[in-house]
């Protein structure tokens, strides 16, 4: 056996399960404790054939180790809370795959809670989140109670928000502006002269903000008395049926802008169900570019958010805080991720 393999194991080495010990692998694989516990928690410094030997002894007396004994030891928990709004629509899976694989190839998992698009919801998260210690917080969006700012602000946690841009973030911040995107839809949609707009927007305090500011575009131009239907959040198919029969009932709009793309697929079954043609008597608009969006009939024009980038990008900038290998320059860290409006056959 290699004598690099025996180096001392550190914190972790005290590891035990709740029957079978780190010793009883190490019996199994014929190595020493101080090897197994390296090969599990620093496989880079072990010999890939030790290692091997080592995973076959774990999995052979089904070896769980202590987890909660190494973080005492180490101070640290190897876990990284994210809080979504939701995960009853598909807009976010992007955006979680991205981040738990990248935290998950250097060590760290990822546990999640809901706020369900409760700003109370979230500070009652936190407050528990916070007697846990996870070892880093990422917050969907920027709106909080002053009671979560203050909290989140007096930890030393590495703390990313995502999914918005704001003047004062917490710490650092990774997303793009929804009033941008809400100003940029409605040009888009007048350089195409509609004239005649309808808006349906979840009651999630990001849809609002997309859904008024392409209300105040529109009127910077001239158009005036845009209707504006609110649905609980999170979104539902049925939801943007429902709130499309609303607005018949004040006129047929030339095109409807939605909040979610879960919404305008909604008010596309609806028009279908009534014999309305899209686009030709009413245009859609969705967000988010879900993974239907292109699928649907007609294909839905919508705007797309990279939510790959922005995991990616927030789970590099915790790592560069949590370890000795900086991803990124994380000081004043602010990165606008941007977004794309997707032309399709709904509008």
């Known amino acids: 056996m290699d004598t690099t393999d025996e180096l001392d194991a550190g914190p972790d080495s005290d590891q035990t399960?709740?029957?079978?010990?780190?010793?009883?692998?190490?019996?199994?694989?014929?190595?020493?404790?101080?090897?197994?516990?390296?090969?599990?928690?620093?496989?880079?410094?072990?010999?890939?054939?030790?290692?091997?030997?080592?995973?076959?002894?774990?999995?052979?007396?089904?070896?769980?180790?202590?987890?909660l004994a190494g973080a005492l030891a180490s101070n640290k928990s190897r876990l990284v809370a994210l809080l979504l709004p939701?995960?009853?629509?598909?807009?976010?899976?992007?955006?979680?795959?991205?981040?738990m694989s990248t935290l998950a190839a250097s060590g760290y998992q990822t546990l999640l809670g809901l706020t369900d698009y409760l700003p109370e919801r979230e500070e009652q998260l936190v407050q528990t989140l916070l007697g846990r210690r996870p070892d880093a917080i990422v917050?969907?969006?920027?709106?909080?109670?002053?009671?979560?700012?203050?909290?989140?602000?007096r930890t030393r946690l590495?703390?990313?928000?995502?999914?918005?841009?704001?003047?004062?973030?917490?710490?650092?911040?990774?997303?793009?502006?929804?009033?941008?995107?809400?100003?940029?839809?409605?040009?888009?949609?007048?350089?195409?002269?509609?004239r005649r707009f309808g808006v349906v927007s979840a009651?999630?305090?990001?849809?609002?903000?997309?859904s008024h500011s392409v209300?105040?575009?529109?009127?910077?131009?001239?158009?005036?008395?845009?209707?504006l239907e609110v649905v609980p959040a999170p979104a539902t198919p049925q939801a943007g049926r429902d709130a499309f029969a609303r607005m018949l009932s004040e006129g047929l709009p030339e095109v409807i802008v939605c909040s979610t793309?879960?919404?305008?697929?909604?008010?596309?079954?609806?028009?279908a169900r009534r014999g309305l043609a899209v686009p030709q008597q009413v245009a859609v608009m969705g967000f988010g570019d879900l993974i239907t969006a292109a699928h649907v009939h007609p294909a839905l024009s919508t705007v797309r958010i990279d939510g790959a980038a922005i995991g990616k990008l927030a789970a590099e900038a915790l790592l560069s805080r949590l370890t000795d290998k900086p991803r990124?320059?994380?000081?004043?860290?602010?990165?606008?991720?941007?977004?794309?409006?997707?032309?399709?056959e709904s509008a």
Do not use: C
Request: aromatic share 4%; hydrophobic share 45%.
């Open 328 to 344: 990124l320059s994380t000081a004043a860290l602010r990165i606008d991720t941007g977004f794309s409006i997707i032309d399709r």
């Open 215 to 227: 209300i105040a575009e529109l009127a910077r131009h001239g158009v005036k008395q845009v209707p």
């Open 261 to 271: 793309d879960t919404l305008a697929q909604g008010i596309l079954g609806e028009a």
């Open 203 to 210: 009651a999630d305090p990001r849809g609002l903000r997309r």
């Open 139 to 153: 917050l969907t969006g920027t709106d909080h109670t002053a009671l979560t700012r203050e909290r989140l602000a």
């Open 86 to 99: 939701t995960i009853a629509t598909s807009i976010f899976t992007d955006m979680v795959q991205a981040m």
């Open 158 to 194: 590495p703390i990313v928000e995502i999914w918005d841009l704001a003047e004062q973030p917490i710490d650092m911040l990774i997303g793009f502006s929804q009033e941008a995107v809400g100003s940029a839809v409605a040009r888009h949609l007048l350089e195409k002269n509609f």
């Open 17 to 67: 399960g709740a029957a079978v010990t780190l010793e009883d692998v190490a019996r199994v694989a014929g190595v020493t404790a101080m090897t197994v516990s390296r090969a599990m928690n620093r496989p880079e410094l072990v010999r890939e054939e030790t290692r091997r030997r080592v995973l076959d002894a774990v999995e052979a007396t089904g070896y769980v180790p202590n987890l």
